[in-house]
């Protein structure tokens, strides 16, 4: 089993900056894939960002150049830097991890943006 908790989500203005992370109960080397998934109110669950134990990195486009997504193996932690924010940018963004054959999801944590 594994424990994830996000943080860093908070009411920002559109144009500012926030980095949210992502904290687990093991070791990520473990991980095949880490990733960042968006719902906005009314909408499905969104792939934003993912990256595989081989190193690739996918971006959603709508955040491509604005988001970044890192971990740190030391600290079993992944962040997502997400600059450049939008209204459309507002949802619970959600870690997610594949474990094969499991996966994990956090609790969510709360990203508004306001005009």
């Known amino acids: 089993q594994v424990q994830l908790v996000e943080s860093g989500g908070g009411l920002v203005q559109a144009g500012e900056s926030l980095r949210l992370s992502c904290a687990a109960s093991?070791?990520?080397?473990?991980?095949?894939?880490m990733g960042w998934y968006r719902q906005a109110p009314g909408k499905q669950r969104e792939l934003v960002a993912m990256?595989?134990?081989?190193?690739?990195?996918n971006y959603a486009d709508s955040v491509k150049g604005r988001f970044t997504i890192s971990r740190d193996n030391g600290k079993n932690m992944m962040y997502l830097q997400m600059n450049s924010l939008r209204l459309e940018d507002t949802g619970t963004y959600y870690c997610n991890v594949w474990r094969l054959p499991n996966v994990y999801w956090g609790q969510g944590t709360q990203v508004t943006v306001s005009s």
């Open positions: 093991a070791s990520v080397v473990s991980f095949d894939t």
């Open positions: 990256t595989a134990r081989g190193g690739n990195v």
